[in-house]
């Protein structure tokens, strides 16, 4: 019995290991209600950040900042039904990915990772 619950913490801690983060965006201001597939999904994986939408969106400029409102990482993404990931490493423990910022068609969407 000992034995299947050893087994069973392992296999379930080697899958919590390989588990992707995901990061809730929400709208920020007044350009109207979003529904879910219009909300391009974020993960991020340690130094990876992940970005994927249901339909192609071009010219996303994608701001990472860090605890201290530092810019960490920005540049413009063509995202869509495909994965776009961006590598994105926290420096030697002085900063770490705090918030994202996704601007496209007017809009602005924001979200924080959980670290």
Same mark, same amino acid.
């Given at each position: 019995?000992? $034995?299947? =619950? %050893?087994?069973?913490?392992?296999?379930?801690?080697?899958?919590?290991? &390989?588990?992707?983060? $995901?990061? =809730? %965006?929400h709208s920020v201001g007044g350009y109207g209600h979003l529904?879910? &597939?219009?909300?391009p999904a974020v993960t991020s994986d340690g130094?990876?950040?992940?970005?994927?939408?249901?339909?192609?969106i071009t010219d996303?400029?994608?701001?990472i900042r860090d605890q201290y409102?530092?810019?960490m990482h920005q540049s413009t993404q063509t995202v869509g039904p495909a994965e776009t990931t961006l590598y994105v490493p926290n420096t030697d423990g002085d900063?770490?990915?705090?918030?994202?910022?996704?601007y496209y068609d007017r809009r602005h969407l924001s979200g924080t990772f959980e670290e």
């Open positions: 019995m000992k $034995k299947k =619950v %050893i087994i069973s913490l392992m296999i379930f801690s080697g899958i919590a290991l &390989y588990a992707k983060d $995901k990061i =809730v %965006i529904n879910p &597939y219009e909300i130094d990876d950040v992940t970005i994927k939408s249901d339909s192609t996303m400029t994608v701001v409102g530092n810019v900063s770490e990915k705090t918030t994202i910022d996704l």
